[in-house]
């Protein structure tokens, strides 16, 4: 069936410091794939997003690349903020019927630092 | 444009209860889709409503239902809750089936915490 994994957190950083959070999927055909972030006491915010192989997907300083010989779809960002302090979620879509909908990895949770 | 809303924010409820939440589509939206957020874990896709019909179903017991009224609104019923129900409700709107032939990004409200004792 089609999954996603994320690599566990949490993940604590200083402020200014790289960011990588690991994402990996399974899935048949051609999915897209999905960045959301979670900021506390809020609802899901889709962060970006890429839909086909190669696409990189990028916004607030954030990027992912779709890799389909990996299967994977790592999360980037050059110098993290305290603001960027928030859950992470990898997820996938498959288009057609009831598999229409968004498979979401366990979330990785980011805490940066001052 | 106003976004998803969803009530109530919280909710606390015994086991064997039943329960009711509630969702508004944003403006223009025709589909809803409702999630399950167990603590510490990503969303899990309970069904979508299209059209005022079910139109795809996650791995869910039938005692989950739900209804989409004319105005593209939504409930989310759970009958015989039991503890493990207690998690986020998610409900997201969208301009389209999610499973259809193109994109159609879903929007996400705060969703509805149950809390099962």
């Known amino acids: 069936g089609n999954s996603v994994t994320q690599m566990e957190g949490p993940v604590t950083l200083s402020e200014e410091a790289f960011l990588t959070i690991n994402c990996t999927y399974t899935?048949?055909?051609?999915?897209?794939l999905f960045w959301y972030v979670q900021y506390p006491g809020e609802g899901l915010q889709l962060l970006l997003k890429a839909t086909k192989a190669d696409d990189k997907g990028s916004n607030k300083g954030f990027e992912a690349t779709y890799r389909k010989e990996t299967t994977s779809f790592h999360l980037e960002k050059g110098s993290v903020q305290v603001s960027d302090s928030a859950v992470y979620f990898c997820a996938l879509v498959r288009y057609g019927g009831s598999q229409g909908n968004l498979i979401f990895g366990k979330g990785t949770k980011l805490s940066v630092k001052p | 444009e106003t976004g998803v809303t969803q009530s109530p924010t919280h909710l606390i409820k015994t086991r064997g209860q039943q329960v009711t939440l509630r969702c508004s589509s944003q403006s223009g939206h025709n589909t809803v889709s409702w999630y399950q957020q167990a603590l510490g874990q990503g969303p899990q896709f309970i069904f979508q409503?299209?059209?005022?019909?079910?139109?795809g179903r996650g791995n869910f017991p039938p005692r989950f239902s739900g209804l989409q009224f004319p105005n593209y609104s939504s409930e989310l019923n759970v009958n015989a809750l039991e503890l493990d129900d207690s998690a986020l409700y998610l409900c997201?709107?969208?301009?389209?089936?999610?499973?259809?032939?193109?994109?159609?990004?879903?929007?996400f409200g705060p969703g509805t915490r149950l809390t099962v004792l």
């Open positions: 997201a709107s969208s301009s389209g089936l999610a499973g259809g032939p193109s994109y159609n990004e879903q929007f």
């Open positions: 899935a048949t055909g051609y999915p897209s």
């Open positions: 409503y299209y059209r005022e019909e079910e139109n």
